[in-house]
């Protein structure tokens, strides 16, 4: 029954629009092509430069590709970091601690407002719903003054908190997931009820377990900013300081620490990527409610 | 009479039990939301509130901030010329960045939705990664070095079109069309993961009831069924769009350093930082901030109302 419909369907899929013509589809691949190419290259660079020698980081005519690729600089980086006052672990463990605590607060916490705002009607929910809508289109320089001078009067300078906690209610990922709530189907809501599940629980057991494309594409979102937070302006004690920073500081070392640099970099970005990469789908499948209706 | 009355009293009743039930509704709804609106409120809408207070006054955290009226309006705009240089670099910078990065996430959406699954996973991978890739424009600052050993230099000294090395980041000339390319290389971000999936839900009914009704070609298909199908997620793009053109400052201050030769590439954020973090003139800082965000709220406002009107 099923190798019947995917053979009806095959030839459906795989047939050819009748309104394209060829030239053009040859034409848009070999654009696409260079395109891909031409985006793709920083990165291919990058990778390269932190796989040369020293010799060939300063080597006139300078080349992209590495003749006698090496893992030297990402062993100095491993030498350079054993040097550091503040033992390297310290870094990791606290930019995984704020990027761990901050995603999983900001899941659960966004998670729980959305779900009330998509499935319930209360008095003030529209306007609180607006609000989030007009905070996505403020970027957060507008804010970094008073958050500072708000986290200073709570008392969190220097600490986790003065990052985790406002990552909390980052606007993008209420609103996705607000979005994505809406697609469920109210019913499900409502047999769970019949059957006796206070709120509480038809969130936990039922909404949350059915929204998990929402889930990834959250923590995509929050890991990419907490990740990358240097987070130099709200700590400045060096054992509680983030990795990014710790990493920059060697970055900055001059010209000896070129090779060292781009292993940084690329150590840096490999992770948003790799997480990307391995949540694609998923991701794609909650940006498909992203829509603003008005 | 009596029946009347008591039928009176049942329905007052049943309204009593109703709205009773609503308001436990709506206080397990409250009870659910709390959490986050008084975080949101507190670092999302009362920063913009003190912001706005703060910028009618002289305040550097030392003293009490003291009411000036718009003083600090004004002297922004008729006295501050590093200011007006900044908001010029922003508006070029938006203007251009915005809308082709508006387009080219759009385009490469559009274009690739037809290819087959992998291969699109893949593109979407590339085109997607430099946006999440950090700070990975650094890698610009070598490439465009300044000294022979860059790339760009030495092709173009190879080639004898410039016998000396040009210094990109440091000569006012180039320095912004560079970090232009850059952003651009960046742009492709959240706006372009919604094109890519809304593409993905279009019902394809529509589109082979659009050849019956003579859609001659792509282009066609794109203004008659595609864009109109695309109008909450263009919505959506729009808002990423200008909301981070407006908001540019990491490129430029990492790759033309900060402060850049003769400010040249100064926007508004860097003006934000330099009054806000080095002289801790909070009043003036959250005067800029104040302006960035009526720029940022309003151009968003012209743009959706424009939105509006596509594909009708």
Redesign the interface.
Same mark, same amino acid.
């Given at each position: 029954m099923k190798k019947n419909e995917k053979e009806i369907k095959a030839p459906l899929i795989k047939k050819r629009? %009748? =309104?394209?013509?060829v030239g053009?589809d040859i034409g848009?691949y070999i654009?696409?092509l260079l395109?891909?190419i031409a985006?793709?290259f @920083?990165?291919v660079? /990058?990778i390269n430069?932190a796989l040369k020698p020293l010799d060939e980081?300063? *080597?006139? @005519? %300078?080349k !992209?590709f590495a003749r006698n690729p090496t893992l030297d600089n990402f062993s100095d980086l491993f030498v350079t970091m054993g040097k550091s006052w503040v033992p390297f672990s310290r870094y990791i463990f606290n930019t995984t601690f704020i990027t761990a605590v901050g995603t999983a607060g900001h899941l659960l916490?966004?998670s *729980?407002?959305?779900? !009330?705002?998509a499935k319930?009607e209360? @008095?003030g929910?529209q306007v609180?719903f607006k609000?989030?809508q007009?905070?996505?289109?403020?970027?957060?320089?507008?804010?970094?003054? @008073? =958050?500072?001078?708000?986290i200073n009067k709570l008392g969190w300078i220097d600490t986790y908190w003065a990052i985790i906690? %406002?990552a909390?209610?980052m606007? *993008?990922g209420?609103f996705l997931m607000k979005q994505f709530m809406e697609g469920l189907p109210t019913s499900l809501i409502e047999a769970a009820k019949i059957d006796g599940a206070n709120?509480w629980k038809v969130?936990m057991g039922i909404v949350m377990p059915n929204v998990k494309p929402a889930w990834l594409t959250m923590i995509?979102?929050s890991v990419?900013a907490l990740? =990358?937070n240097k987070a130099a302006?709200y700590i400045y004690s060096e054992e509680k300081k983030t990795l !990014?920073y710790a990493l920059?500081q060697i970055?900055s070392g001059g010209i000896a620490r070129?090779g060292q640099a781009?292993a940084v970099?690329i150590i840096?970005?490999s992770v %948003?990527?790799l997480i990307?990469?391995f949540s694609?789908?998923q991701?794609?499948?909650? *940006? /498909?409610s992203?829509?603003?209706?008005? | 009479m009596g029946e009347y009355l008591s039928k009176y009293f049942k329905l007052r009743k049943h309204n009593a039990q109703v709205a009773f039930k609503k308001a436990k509704l709506s206080k397990m709804c409250y009870l659910f939301l709390a959490p986050y609106a008084i975080i949101f409120a507190t670092f999302y809408i009362l920063p913009v509130i003190t912001s706005i207070f703060y910028s009618f006054t002289y305040y550097n955290i030392l003293e009490t901030p003291r009411f000036i009226g718009p003083q600090n309006y004004l002297s922004l705009i008729l006295q501050d010329d590093v200011f007006l240089k900044g908001i010029k670099n922003t508006f070029m910078i938006a203007v251009i960045t915005g809308p082709l990065g508006y387009i080219m996430s759009f385009l490469f959406a559009w274009l690739i939705n037809e290819l087959p699954r992998w291969i699109r996973a893949v593109a979407v991978i590339i085109f997607y990664a430099p946006s999440i890739a950090g700070n990975l424009y650094t890698i610009f600052s070598i490439f465009f070095r300044g000294d022979a050993y860059g790339h760009v230099n030495a092709f173009l000294i190879n080639n004898g079109l410039i016998d000396s090395p040009v210094l990109w980041f440091t000569n006012p000339k180039y320095m912004l069309p560079i970090c232009m390319v850059v952003i651009l290389w960046m742009s492709l971000g959240q706006g372009f993961l919604a094109f890519v999936a809304g593409l993905q839900g279009i019902d394809r009914s529509q589109y082979e009831a659009g050849y019956m009704d003579g859609v001659k070609n792509r282009w066609q298909e794109l203004w008659y069924i595609t864009l109109p199908n695309m109008k909450p997620m263009l919505m959506f793009g729009a808002v990423m769009a200008i909301t981070s053109s407006f908001g540019v400052c990491d490129v430029t201050m990492a790759l033309c350093g900060y402060p850049s030769t003769d400010y040249a590439a100064r926007t508004v954020v860097t003006h934000l930082f330099d009054y806000g973090y080095s002289r801790f003139e909070m009043g003036y800082a959250s005067a800029i901030a104040t302006m960035l965000f009526l720029i940022m709220i309003l151009c968003n406002k012209a743009i959706q109302s424009l939105l509006r009107r596509v594909g009708t």
């Open positions: 629009h %009748p =309104n394209r013509s053009g848009i654009f696409l395109v891909a985006m793709v @920083p990165l660079y /990058a430069g980081l300063f *080597m006139f @005519p %300078p !992209v916490v966004a *729980m407002g959305a779900f !009330v705002l319930y209360f @008095p929910g609180f609000l989030v007009i905070a996505l289109m403020f970027s957060y320089y507008v804010t970094a003054i @008073p =958050n500072y001078l708000i906690i %406002p909390f209610a606007p *993008m209420f709120e969130f995509i979102f990419q990740w =990358n302006t !990014v920059q970055q070129t781009q970099t840096v970005i %948003p990527i990307f990469v694609e789908s991701i794609l499948e909650t *940006m /498909a992203s829509g603003l209706k008005d | -």
